[in-house]
């Protein structure tokens, strides 16, 4: 089923038949003008609008990026930029040759990631680390419980190649996430998979200056051999244990950077 994305504002007439052919179609206020300075942003926010009232089903199809375009009255860049943040929310996906389609959601949906670089405090990212104190060691208990002999194999050879790349001066913050969301899927949780997915994104700004360091490259990797190790054991309280102290550190690495970014001179927070 295609789906019309079809404006009705003052002054914009559409083309005899169009909206027949079309089928479903948008309400007035879901494509009046964008004039938001993050034009991608608000066609986002607008399409995903009448995906939760309804007005959009799963499965339906949205317009080309030049129809939207269109439609919208902004440059297909932006809509171009919309559908991918759509995309990375899970709210919308691409079938190659056919189009981007309205996806069926289930309870990870409950969780949007945010799109774009993101600023935070350090207030904000000891909120964050908080967060992950509470989620992960969960996480890690869980992926011990139902982590199989292949997973825990896969998440070696994984760790391996970043002991590579650290070597060849090339570990980054990707790496880190990576190894934190393949422990996300072994756990078997979509939802808590997903909550993490947004924390990490943003945190990306502080963990990835802090992962430069040879300090931060040492402790990430010594933090991610003791968790692997309890998972690989099938050892819950060990593995929860290991990345509760895990990112302990991580958080103190993370604290740090925003304070010398800050150019401030305080006492360090408690682990």
């Known amino acids: 089923m295609s789906v019309h994305l079809a404006a009705e504002n003052a002054g914009h007439v559409e083309p005899p038949g169009r909206r027949g052919r079309r089928g479903v179609a948008m309400e007035d206020a879901a494509v009046r003008p964008v004039r938001r300075t993050n034009l991608s942003a608000a066609i986002a926010d607008r399409i995903a609008e009448q995906i939760a009232l309804g007005k959009l089903q799963p499965g339906c199809r949205l317009q080309s990026e030049r129809e939207l375009s269109d439609l919208f009255g902004v440059g297909r860049s932006s809509v171009r930029e919309a559908i991918k943040a759509l995309e990375s929310r899970g709210v919308v996906e691409g079938r190659q040759g056919e ?24 207030r904000e990212v000891e909120q964050l680390y908080e967060a992950r104190g509470i989620v992960e060691p969960g996480m890690a208990a869980l992926a011990a419980q139902r982590g199989g002999g292949r997973e825990v194999a896969s998440v ?87 990345m509760t102290v895990h990112l302990g550190r991580a958080r103190q690495l993370a604290v740090d950077v925003v304070r010398s970014h800050d150019g401030l001179d305080r006492s360090p927070a408690p682990s």
């Not at 981007?100 to 935070?120: C, E, H, K, Y």
């Not at 002991?163 to 934190?180: C, M, N």
């Open 156 to 242: 070696r050879r994984l760790l391996d190649k970043h002991e590579e790349r650290v070597q060849s001066g090339r570990y980054g913050g990707a790496d880190d996430t990576l190894f934190h969301m393949k422990l996300a899927a072994m756990a078997d949780n979509p939802l808590l998979a997903r909550l993490l997915e947004g924390i990490l994104a943003v945190l990306h700004a502080t963990r990835e200056p802090a992962l430069r360091s040879a300090q931060g490259l040492s402790i990430s990797l010594a933090g991610h051999w003791e968790v692997v190790r309890a998972i690989e054991s099938h050892d819950p309280d060990a593995a929860r244990n290991a």
């Open 99 to 122: 189009g981007r389609f309205v996806r069926a959601q289930d309870v990870s949906g409950m969780v949007r990631a945010l799109t774009g670089p993101v600023s935070v405090s350090e």
